[in-house]
């Protein structure tokens, strides 16, 4: 339980593409009948939330711009996904997304999803908190370069060993090897923030890695109002985590 998400963006979103969803106890009904507009300012940028909007707007067989959208890992291999699928999307990476709809879609193809991030961040945080030397293989590196520059920052000490195209064709992947490191905390507090920050995912990770980094680290959890409670169950280990208010620990 990290606290209440709203689903108004999801609704939202849809809403300005025709799509009208009516709220009761115990279910949705949906209906597509409504305006359906040339654009979509996202009340949110979240990954989900584009994905949404965004497979909505695939099917539509017109010019729909959805602005406001989170350019992070997964949209950008839902873009690419349906690019092959024979749609046409303008702006990938990017947080304005042009989309040509073509109103049906019946095409087989084969297209394999890019690594994740966050797997590689954990590998990247159990080689830290165990000072262990280890190599991690297909790392998607434009995705991890922020979390790696912060960890520089702190005295990690590791190098890429080469670089290379995923199957997909799109992701750029690195083989990272990881060296033990005696690090220190930031002065700065470390927070997440929609893609192209850190993100809000390996942001957990970062309360580990404090715990042996020597110094205070402040980590400020902004999007979530109970994760940060988690983070002091790690006293149990033995850890020093103060928990300064519903989004802050020390």
Not at 86 to 108: A, C, M, W
Not at 120 to 141: D, G, Q, V
Request: charged content about 25%; aromatic content about 10%; hydrophobic content about 40%.
């Amino acid at each position: 339980n990290l606290g209440k998400r709203t689903t108004n963006p999801h609704f939202l979103g849809l809403e300005e593409l025709g799509v009208n969803i009516e709220v009761q106890p115990d279910k949705y009904i949906s209906t597509n009948d409504g305006t359906i507009n040339d654009e979509v300012i996202l009340y949110e940028s979240g990954d989900t939330v584009t994905e949404q909007v965004l497979l909505r707007a695939a099917l539509l067989n017109k010019k729909t711009t959805i602005k406001y959208a989170s350019a992070n890992y997964m949209v950008q291999d839902v873009v690419c996904f349906l690019e092959k699928l024979g749609v046409q999307v303008e702006g990938n990476k990017t947080t304005t997304l042009t989309v040509h709809g073509v109103g049906s879609i019946d095409k087989k193809i084969e297209y394999t999803i890019s690594e994740d991030p966050i797997e590689c961040m954990f590998f990247l945080t159990a080689a830290i908190i165990t000072k262990s030397e280890i190599t991690i293989n297909r790392c998607p590196i434009e995705f991890l370069e922020l979390e790696l520059y912060k960890l520089k920052q702190m005295g990690l000490k590791f190098e890429v060993l080469s670089k290379y195209k995923g199957y997909n064709e799109f992701i750029n992947l690195v083989d990272l090897r990881v060296y033990p490191s005696n690090l220190h905390a930031l002065e700065d507090k470390i927070e997440c923030r929609p893609y192209p920050g850190l993100n809000m995912d390996n942001l957990p990770f970062f309360v580990l890695i404090a715990t042996q980094a020597e110094g205070r680290t402040l980590i400020h959890d902004w999007p979530y109002e109970v994760r940060s409670e988690y983070y002091t169950m790690l006293n149990a280990l033995g850890a020093d985590v103060i928990r300064a208010d519903l989004h802050r620990v020390y």
